[in-house]
Structure formats: structure tokens, C-alpha cells
T-cell receptor, first 110, second 113 residues
């Protein structure tokens, strides 16, 4: 079983601060995805990274895939209350099934 | 285009009762999935299907059965519910490319007393 560990589990910050969420594994993934989930809803895909070392930006969110394709990070610049939610990373390996991390709950206070 | 829909949204069962959760997608996707989400554990795959008439076990299949008689529908059954099956259940679908977006339904919150 491939495990994905996310850290921290919970993050509370003030509006305007920066934050980074980490997703680590001992396994290699062919691609890695980040999702955001709001209360009472299903996860929504934010980004897919495929190449080792790849960096993708989505407005104030920056996603990086580790060189060895075993880890990833999500950095939010100048966080806003609308960024509040549960962030999930998910890796895809052999068999095309996704393995999800335990999630990081982010609270951005106004 | 409704995407992925799930019924019911909420359900309370007594131990030993049975029920079926319905997932429907209108995107003509080949792949469909059932996950359960428990606090601090992310989403765990219960069963999945790579096409009409085919199903396969995921990470936590015990106590659940599935059927995919029609391409657009994926049913999850609990034959004899147990308190350990209290969870939020999510259905998802995606097209057949390995990097295609996986779309999730809104979830079903199930409580087993």
C-alpha cells in the first residue's frame, strides 16, 4: 500500500500570511494531484503535476512536484478567507488508482 | 449537465439493516469510484469500475458490494450495516486518460447506530 502523508494536519493563519502544505511518500507516483474540499461538498481538482521538478501556478497557489516524484508541496501567497478548506493530495501509480493523503485543514481568519 | 450526483444525501441505519447508495454521472465517463472519508484519513477507495459491467475491489472493500449495469450508474450496497461503516461516502468518475480530471459527487453522510 502506498502511503501519502500530509503535514501539517491543521493550519490556522491570518489573512495576508503565506502558508505551505506538504505531501510526502516513500513511493514514486506517475502524477500527483491537489484537491480542495469545502464543507458538505466533494473534493474539486486544483492541479495535476506529472514531471519531476514541475512547478505549476494557479493565481496565488504554487504547486511543486519533487524531483524524484515522491513528494509535493502547495504554497499559498497572501492567503484569503476564501482559501479556507481541506486540501488533499493524491498520487497516481500503477493500476491508475489514486491514493489520497489524510488532508490538511486550512483556516484563514479575516 | 449535472456532473456527478449521489442519492441519498443523508441516511441513518440501524446495525444489520441494508441499503444502496446510487451514483449517476452524465459525462459518459468510463471510470467510476466509490470512496469513504473518515476524519484524518483522507479518502479510501472501496470499489471501482473501469467500464459497464466490470467492477474491482479497492483498498477497503469488506462489507460492501457494487454493481455497474449501466455506464452512467454505479451502485454501492451495504448488505448488513455496521457502526464501523459510519462515514461520508463519495462517488467519482473520470474519462479514461490517466491524467484526466476526477469529478466527485457531493457525498452521502451515513450513520449506523
Amino acid at each position: 500500500t502506498q502511503l501519502l502523508e500530509q503535514s501539517p494536519q491543521f493550519l490556522s493563519i491570518q489573512e495576508g500570511e503565506n502558508l505551505t502544505v506538504y505531501c510526502n511518500s516513500s513511493s514514486v507516483f506517475s502524477s500527483l494531484q491537489w484537491y480542495r474540499q469545502e464543507p458538505g461538498e466533494g473534493p474539486v481538482l486544483l492541479v495535476t503535476v506529472v514531471t519531476g521538478g514541475e512547478v505549476k501556478k494557479l493565481k496565488r497557489l504554487t504547486f511543486q512536484f519533487g524531483d524524484a516524484r515522491k513528494d509535493s508541496s502547495l504554497h499559498i501567497t497572501a492567503a484569503q478567507p476564501g482559501d479556507t478548506g481541506l486540501y488533499l493530495c493524491a498520487g497516481r501509480a500503477a493500476g491508475n488508482k489514486l491514493t489520497f493523503g489524510g488532508g490538511t485543514r486550512v483556516l484563514v481568519k479575516p | 449537465n449535472a456532473g456527478v450526483t449521489q442519492t441519498p444525501k443523508f441516511r441513518v441505519l440501524k446495525t444489520g439493516q441494508s441499503m444502496t447508495l446510487l451514483c449517476a454521472q452524465d459525462m459518459n465517463h468510463e471510470y467510476m469510484y466509490w470512496y469513504r472519508q473518515d476524519p484524518g484519513m483522507g479518502l479510501r477507495l472501496i470499489h471501482y469500475s473501469v467500464g459497464e459491467g466490470t467492477t474491482a475491489k479497492g483498498e477497503v472493500p469488506d462489507g460492501y458490494n457494487v454493481s455497474r449495469l449501466k455506464k452512467q450508474n454505479f451502485l454501492l450496497g451495504l448488505e448488513s450495516a455496521a457502526p464501523s461503516q459510519t462515514s461520508v461516502y463519495f462517488c467519482a468518475s473520470r474519462a479514461s486518460g490517466s491524467t484526466d480530471t476526477q469529478y466527485f459527487g457531493p457525498g452521502t453522510r451515513l450513520t449506523v447506530l
